[in-house]
């Protein structure tokens, strides 16, 4: 440990020392751009020196810094749907230039615009790559299933990232599984970010203002994953007048309500949505409750809440309060059952950012999280209720400092407190007959120190280097060195190679009975018996613009994972004290090669993205040692998305996506035979090698359409969409029915049955702001 924190604290002072020193005889031009109808920061846009390379893009609060010989420049200010602006200034001194953008479908009055910078230039210049960037704006120009947008489904449209099957949101990147992403909102953990058992996510479009995806090459603040980190920011809200807006659709209605706390000074942002089909499902169950006959249909429904405050303390100091509630009901009761499941994650965080001075900040973060899940069933006079959960309390800080236009140094610490309630099982009879309980609780402390740096060597040769010290501790104390380093080396002005180096580990692991991401899973600690999962992941790749127009990007990637966790066959996980009894480790491994096409400019745009790959993972304990594919191992993944601007008011959109059927096991014969003669048969299936068989392709066509209506106050809006428009029958599972003889009732032989969720299904959407 003394030696991985001295190595730390070298490679930041020498960053620092050497920056420091390149920053004599140099100028500085900072401010922050904002959007100028809300006033909500622009996260991600461009400043630039005309006829240079020399640029700089603004971070989360909106924040830029460019420092500069001293001189005569013209800075271009640019934004994706914005317009963009060009200011022409004389730097002697130190210069504070706050912006406002306007959006593309707003009519300047006072402001110039020449020309528009490349909305690809980012991605060619910037060192990270394996990078997915989206806006809510984006997502809900898609047709959705049942006109729900969700962000994450859209991110599933990008190669490298998979679903794990119909309708689900769960991701699925570069080979690993659903619980190796970290995912964040607003710097606070979300451990499930699911709603309807993984169909749709937890995100409500109207709250989140951007959406960026590390597939690889993560930078050091992110750490505790493997496979992904996928950072939600939410937004601001208006600081400058009130707002109301939200949308009807056809399971599901939202509303957010925003505006000034104090004008220009803070804001605030509710937003909440509901689904309504247990109305519906309750309805038809009470007009058939006299039919003796009548099954009643599950009652389901889920709802969440998002709050956020803004404070400007002063010039230099900012506050931003966020929260996050939401929860999921299942239910099914009759005379004789009484079946209730629920679960939910609660987020909290408060976020100080201080600037120090132009070229130095900090954002210190204090968040809390919980996620949890509750299964109660009664059975005449038998109950018995299942709980587990998970509760996080962390603290983060994380220091930038700009120098100069070649360095741009990151370094930082967090520590987080974990408590886990693993399996908590009671069951009680009312006459008192029965009374179990069983579980366990333990605790955790992870912790994090990094530092790195974005150092541009040559106007066209981009560095990327950084190291992050992890650790853990419960009953043991793990400690883990991860280097992070990215090049990026352009050719031409619109050519670029790109490579990376990751090493990321895990501390804590999903547990699941299901082999699906299903709410009934269990996160369990690293300890004595169960270390840390590691993965080494290395990519390369090439960024082509074209004509101005087009971006043309492949990478090829190879990941190797370590100590990779499963479950035994059988394995019990409720109410077992010894639950690490029931863990198999082993290793795991992903590869394949990614290409993308994206245009964002004109009134046709779009992407078509291609991933070829295998993933693949061996365990001593299963498929007798042999190496198998995963069941979301997926050799051909194919999406197509197109955005047809008809007219000032009329968009048209359309969706294919394509997909090697998923992995999964079959039994290849069975043994029938009967104890007694008389007396029901007993079946034993005989499997072959894990997941040696596939489910037939996936494939669906969704076309949507919106229409921009003309209200006297505000805008809004008429979403029409058609899910899988050609009805194509999806396996979502497959099962075995038995065939028997009508005279002996002797069985004969099984035929496979398939199951499918989704025919084409229509949706109209209303959406409105005012």
């Known amino acids: 440990m003394p030696v991985a924190l001295r190595f730390l604290l070298s490679l930041l002072l020498l960053v620092c020392l050497g920056t420091s020193l390149s920053a004599q005889d140099k100028v500085t031009l900072s ?3 904002r959007d100028a109808g809300t006033g909500e920061p622009l996260i991600g846009a461009n400043v630039g020196i005309i006829g240079t390379t020399a640029g700089v893009i603004t971070n989360t609060n909106g924040f830029y810094s460019l420092t500069t010989a001293p001189g005569f420049y013209r800075i271009q200010f640019s934004y994706l749907g914005y317009q963009s602006q060009i200011k022409e200034l004389t730097l002697s001194s130190d210069v504070k ?7 593309l479908d707003t009519e300047l009055k006072e402001v110039v615009v020449e020309g528009e910078r490349n909305t690809f230039q980012d991605r060619l210049t910037r060192p990270q790559m394996s990078v997915e960037t989206l806006s809510s704006r984006e997502a809900k120009l898609l047709p959705a299933l049942f006109g729900e947008v969700d962000i994450i489904k859209t991110l599933q449209l990008k190669p490298g990232i998979q679903s794990g099957g119909e309708g689900t949101s769960g991701l699925f990147v570069r080979g690993g599984s659903n619980d190796q992403n970290l995912v964040l909102l607003d710097d606070a953990l979300v451990y499930n970010p699911s709603h309807l058992f993984g169909f749709f996510s937890v995100f ?43 949308g009807l659709g056809l399971i599901a209605s939202r509303l957010t309500v925003e505006g000034p706390i104090q004008k220009e000074k803070s804001s605030f942002l509710v937003s909440g949505r509901r689904t309504y089909v247990d109305v519906f499902t309750r309805m038809i169950n009470k007009s058939q409750e006299d039919d003796p006959d009548w099954s009643p249909i599950p009652d389901y429904y889920f709802y969440d809440f998002n709050a956020k405050a803004t404070f400007e303390l002063g010039p230099n100091d900012r506050l931003f309060v966020n929260g996050y509630y939401g929860k ?12 209730n499941f629920n679960w939910g994650n609660k987020v909290a965080s408060a976020r100080w950012a201080h600037q120090f001075s132009p070229r130095f900040f900090v954002n210190t973060t204090l968040s809390a999280s919980n996620y949890e899940y509750e299964i109660a069933n009664k059975l005449d006079i038998f109950s018995f209720n299942l709980t587990s959960n998970i509760t996080d309390y962390t603290l983060k800080t994380d220091f930038e400092y700009l120098p100069n236009d070649h360095h741009h140094v990151r370094f930082g610490a967090s520590a987080t407190e974990h408590k886990f309630t693993v399996g908590r099982l009671q069951a009680s009879a009312d006459d008192g007959s029965i009374n179990v ?13 990094y530092a790195s740096d974005d150092w541009g060597l040559t106007p066209l040769l981009t560095l990327s280097y950084g190291l992050r010290v992890s650790g853990f501790r419960n009953d043991k104390t793990f400690v883990g060195l991860e280097p992070r380093a990215s090049v990026n080396y352009r050719f031409t002005e619109t050519l670029s190679l790109k490579a990376n180096y990751t090493r990321m580990y895990q501390y804590v692991h999903l547990v699941s009975n299901s082999g699906a991401s ?4 269990i996160w369990y600690p690293s300890s004595p018996g169960v270390k840390p999962q590691r993965s080494d992941q290395v990519a390369l790749g090439v960024t082509k613009i074209y004509k101005d127009k087009y971006l043309l990007s492949t990478e090829a990637y190879y990941k190797d994972m370590k100590r990779q966790l499963d479950l035994r066959d059988g394995a019990q996980i409720f109410g077992n004290p010894e639950l690490e009894e029931e863990f198999v480790f082993g290793t795991g491994e992903s590869y ?21 790959s295998w993933t693949n993972r061996t365990f001593p304990d299963i498929n007798n040692g042999k190496k198998f594919p995963t069941r979301f191992d997926r050799r051909h993944d194919l999406s197509v998305v197109a955005i047809q601007e008809l007219t000032s008011r009329i968009s048209a959109t359309a969706t294919f996506v394509y997909g090697t059927g998923n992995a999964y096991s079959l039994p290849v014969q069975r043994f029938v035979f009967q104890d007694v003669n008389g007396e029901d048969y007993t079946v034993i299936p005989v499997y072959a090698e894990r997941n040696s068989f596939r489910l037939a392709p996936y494939h669906r066509l969704d076309l949507g359409v919106v229409y921009k209506l003309r209200p006297k106050r505000g805008t809004s809006d008429l979403t029409f969409s058609v899910y899988n428009a050609y009805n194509r029958r999806n396996p979502y599972f497959v099962y075995f029915e038995t065939i028997k003889d009508e005279e002996t009732e002797q069985i004969t032989g099984f035929v496979a049955k398939q199951v499918s969720l989704f025919p084409v299904i229509p949706s ?4 409105f702001k005012f």
């Open 437 to 449: 309980q069983a579980g366990n609780n333990y605790n955790g402390q992870e912790f994090g120190v």
């Open 204 to 246: 409500n479009p109207d709250a989140v203002r951007n959406v960026e995806l590390y597939k690889g090459g993560f930078p050091a603040q992110f750490g505790g994953r493997l496979s992904s980190v996928l950072d939600v920011k939410m937004r601001d809200g208006n600081r400058k007048e009130y707002d109301v807006s939200g």
């Open 97 to 103: 230039l706050n912006l406002e953008l306007t959006t």
């Open 764 to 767: 109209i959407t209303y959406n």
């Open 592 to 612: 394949g090669q990614e290409f993308y096409v994206e245009k964002k400019e004109g009134k046709t745009t779009g992407w078509i993205g291609y991933t070829l």
């Open 31 to 33: 401010g922050t751009l």
């Open 328 to 339: 999921d009901f299942f239910k099914f009761n009759d005379a004789d059952f009484d079946f």
């Open 518 to 521: 299903l709410p009934t899973d």
